[in-house]
């Protein structure tokens, strides 16, 4: 993009399974004053807090109807357009590009993506209701983006998922500059949630000092974990594992017995995405064993020599890649992996053929939580295996598969972004007691963010952790319940519920496996984010054609199809084909 602006972004890897809002009804008069009072003393509180765009605080005034539902005419459209709470005196309807969930998000039955909880609470609190012109499925969502971008047909609001789309969208003055409305309309503690990533996170959205587009907010979501079938484990008599060869065992021991596999079918071993790798660790990834190698493909490091090289072509990912071919060849890796669709993937993990893969620490919620509704005998657990081979201080990393959320250049509400997030992720969150029990009762029931207007997620750097560690000290007596989150407590019920064994669902099991079992391991394995460095200027984007050679390369030495001498025969070619060039322009960049 011509004349980009410089920016160091804050990318803590990707996406993550939970949301923050609430649904209720008005309170009385005297309960609305003394809320308004404590929100006007906390932005009085918080003038030091400060982002890239300047002072957060922001005004907030009580701006509901009066006892006959009226609303104050002279005032309230004044008010609703510069304050983060302030609610319409008339209905706001806005247009949007909605990116749906598998299985209708796991919405509640009867619930739609314009009728929810979330919608309710914020037709509620803001007076606003979103009409989603465009919808469309995960894996499809790019494409259609790009269809209304080169259209010139943008709803109002929209989430755009790449970089290089919103650099078109800024290119040609298609969104609107939000930097007037991050100051008004967004709650100071929305705004302390932004600067706990430091100024990078906004700058990614930023362009020639404009703000025009909110970046996610993407909390550190951790290393890969192995997830195993511990049922299996259970019916073969296997010790759980403390060491990567003894998992890798424990699979061969699946393969060995076939579970999983009915009379004519070959059974699965490790699930592998045929990226290898993702730079938001993705479920399905191998990442954990290239980590095993301190090996980063993928991804631009620094050397030992303190020179940025492309993290594929280092001797380190050679021996990763040979530790993968070994596993290929004991029938540990999915001897299928080259051949298998990402929606395959889920398919073979819901339908329980496989009993190992490498996922986050929401994979509980997504895939799993829908095989335990088919089998309530399967059961998973998650292993920390890297955590002797945490990832060291040289590895770069960008914003280049960040969500942002944009709104259409002209329309006239261009505050209502800030001000949905400012409720949903904090005044249901923390200020309103009474009336979010609904939308945070969608907590328990593991409903997926696409279910929410706006498919971002919102929350400190440290989120996950804290909110562990708190449930975990209610669990164990140390720290009074009443002390939690809505977020928290809603989480704590469902966990209290799955210990107690008692008419026990799937979403109460997938929220104790994702909030204790997995985010207590790495709690417990002492895993601390990286203060991560960033590109500047570019993102690295690798062109499709070295992504490409890469790619077939990397399957064929798994696969034994080359020899791994063929390694470094890549790495001519990689240089040879453009990547010379790119590096020397990522280099130049970051000098």
Sequence with gaps: MKNKKRILAFWLAFSMAFSLGGCGVENSENE????????????????????????????????????????DSDN?????????????????TYTLGQLNGANNSNLPEGNT????????????????????????????????????????????????????????????????DLTEVYANCTSPRIKAMYNSY????????????????????????????????????????????ESFEEAMDIIQAFQENRMGAEEGEEPVGLVCDTNLVSVTSQNYSVEPVFEKFYAY??????????????????????????????????GILDENFALRAQNNLRDLVVEGKCGAFFG?????????????????????????????YQEKNNVYTSFSDNKY??????????????????????????????????????FGLNVDPTARPLVINVDYNEAIYNVTKDIRRVIAGTQKESNL????????????????????????????????????????????????????????????ILASLEKNAFIQLIMGEQPMDYFDTFVQEWYAQGGQELTEKIREENS
């Design 32 to 71: 609305k004053s003394k809320h308004w009072e404590k929100l006007k003393a906390e932005n009085a509180e918080s003038s030091d807090i400060e982002g890239i765009i300047g002072n957060t605080n922001s005004t907030v005034s009580d701006t509901t109807s009066d006892d006959n539902g009226k609303a």
């Design 76 to 92: 309230s459209w004044e008010k609703a357009s510069t304050t983060a709470y302030g609610k319409y005196p008339e209905l706001v």
């Design 113 to 176: 993506y314009e009728d929810n909880a979330y919608t309710r609470y914020l037709k509620e609190i803001l007076n606003v209701q979103n009409q989603s012109i465009y919808m469309e499925r995960e894996d499809r969502y790019n494409d259609y983006v790009n269809v209304l971008v080169n259209d010139h047909t943008l709803p109002d609001v929209l989430v755009v998922c790449d970089r290089e789309t919103l650099y078109n969208l800024v290119e040609n003055d298609l969104i609107e």
């Design 198 to 241: 430091g100024s990078q996170l906004l700058g990614a959205g930023t362009f020639d000092g404009k703000l025009m587009a909110l970046p996610e907010a993407v909390i550190d979501h951790g290393p890969c974990l192995l997830w195993l079938r511990k049922d299996w484990m259970e019916q073969l008599g296997l010790e759980e594992p």
């Design 485 to 544: 989150s809505a977020l928290e407590k809603s989480y704590y019920s469902a966990c209290i519920k799955y210990l107690s064994g008692e008419d026990v669902t799937a979403e109460d099991w997938a929220a104790y496996k994702s909030r204790i079992s997995a985010v207590g391991v790495l709690v417990d394995g002492n895993y601390k984010p990286l203060q991560r460095q960033y590109l500047e200027e570019s993102d690295g984007e690798v062109p499709n």
């Design 360 to 388: 986050l620490w929401w994979t509980p919620n997504n895939p799993l939580m829908e095989e335990i509704e088919n089998d309530p005998e399967a059961d998973w657990e998650p292993y920390y295996l890297t955590a002797d």
């Design 405 to 442: 959320v944009v709104v259409r250049k002209g329309y006239e509400h261009p505050e209502i972004i800030m001000k949905i997030v400012s409720v949903l992720f904090d005044y249901s969150r923390f200020e309103d007691k009474e009336n979010a029990d609904e939308i945070n009762s969608y």
């Design 297 to 330: 493909p993928r991804r631009w490091i620094k050397d030992e020599n303190g020179e940025i090289v492309y993290g594929s072509l280092t001797k380190e990912t050679k021996s990763a890649l040979a530790y993968l071919r070994e596993l290929y060849k004991r």
